[in-house]
């Protein structure tokens, strides 16, 4: 692990992530990453971003790729690109079936090979620099554009990472991404056995080599005096998560098909956040999270070292009443930049 941190701006005040991603750049952390829901749009947060920063890459983590146009995805990454003068990353994942039906009322079929084609889509966009005219005709998108219609990237590509966590969108963004965005379910041990190998077998299948890629993993990360309350925020998050019957198959992967069966009840049949924390076991925050006082926090973050290129610390935002006040947000992003400053 080479590279300096990134950091997740799990905010809503965009003002809030304007000033925490100047402290993150003066920190020397290598990006910022801003999500995506239906309640905040990443790109107009990360524009905020672009002008209140200048040297750390700033990232779109992670855009859901379906629920917009081709062309739209396209331009808003080279407006991106040109206001923050070429630090952009654009970070793209399928979104998970649910996610996709409340955003759009759309299901997207064979996530993995429409999220190839979109990158193919993506690139050949920007290859044309506004210059010549598109005429695409895919297994999922056809789109004829005249070239004066299409933007003008000031690089010649923008990064593309992936977020994947199955076998299948991990051999595709070995393939065809720039970098993946590992999942927050994903432990040192599943990075090792599952997450390189597949990654590797895209790397084969492109003839591309791992030097060419980058790799950072995002570490739910909990920091505060009281060591009891970050393991329980960074339990409340990562019960969100495995609740999600796709990531279920990561949790057999350990072993965990107890917590499983404990989370799963307690989110969708009782609807108790104590419950589904509680369900979240000791061996699974040991191996998943980043969690207690600033020092034992330091020290869990070195399990990683020369598995991945850069850490992504990861500040949770779920809590008991489903969402955790953003002035601990807040704090709790404070002091991760504190604690991981270089």
């Given at each position: 692990m080479t590279g300096a941190p990134a950091v997740i701006m799990q905010l809503d005040d965009i003002h809030a992530e304007q000033r925490l991603a100047a402290m993150a750049e003066d920190a020397g952390f290598e990006l910022a990453w801003i999500p995506d829901t239906p309640r905040s749009n990443v790109f107009v947060h990360l524009a905020a971003l672009a002008t209140a920063t200048r040297r750390i890459q700033l990232g779109s983590g992670i855009a859901r790729a379906f629920v917009r146009a081709p062309l739209t995805t396209a331009a808003?990454?080279?407006?991106?690109?040109?206001?923050?003068?070429?630090?952009?990353?654009?970070?793209?994942?399928?979104?998970?079936?649910?996610?996709?039906?409340?955003?759009?009322g759309q299901r997207y079929d064979h996530a993995a090979t429409r999220l190839r084609e979109l990158i193919r889509l993506l690139r050949e966009i920007w290859a044309l620099n506004g210059e010549r005219d598109l005429d695409f005709k895919g297994d999922f998108y056809t789109i004829a554009a005249q070239g004066m219609l299409l933007p003008r990237p000031i690089r010649p590509q923008v990064p593309i990472y992936v977020a994947g966590v199955g076998a299948a969108m991990l051999r595709l963004t070995g393939e065809v991404a720039d970098g993946l965005a590992g999942h927050p379910c994903c432990s040192v041990r599943y990075l090792k056995e599952m997450v390189l190998p597949c990654l590797?077998?895209?790397?084969?299948?492109?003839?591309?080599?791992?030097?060419?890629f980058r790799l950072t993993n995002w570490i739910v990360t909990s920091i505060a005096s009281d060591r009891a309350r970050a393991r329980r925020e960074a339990a409340y998050q990562l019960g969100f998560y495995f609740a999600t019957r796709t990531y279920g198959h990561v949790l057999d992967f350990h072993g965990w098909e107890r917590e499983k069966t404990e989370i799963q009840r307690a989110f969708f049949?009782?609807?108790?956040?104590?419950?589904?924390?509680?369900?979240?076991?000791?061996?699974?925050?040991?191996?998943l999270a980043i969690a207690?006082?600033?020092?034992?926090?330091?020290?869990?973050?070195?399990?990683?070292?020369?598995?991945?290129?850069?850490?992504?610390?990861?500040?949770?935002?779920?809590?008991?009443?489903?969402v955790l006040p953003q002035e601990r947000v807040a704090e709790n992003l404070e002091l991760i930049i504190r604690t991981f400053a270089r």
């Open positions: 808003a990454a080279v407006d991106l690109d040109r206001l923050s003068r070429g630090r952009l990353v654009l970070g793209l994942a399928s979104g998970t079936p649910k996610q996709n039906l409340f955003e759009t590797a077998d895209g790397f084969r299948k492109s003839g591309r080599r791992r030097d060419d049949e009782t609807r108790d956040m104590e419950a589904v924390a509680r369900a979240v076991s000791d061996r699974m925050l040991d191996e207690g006082t600033p020092d034992e926090c330091r020290t869990q973050l070195a399990r990683y070292h020369d598995v991945i290129d850069f850490p992504t610390l990861y500040p949770p935002g779920v809590g008991p009443g489903r």
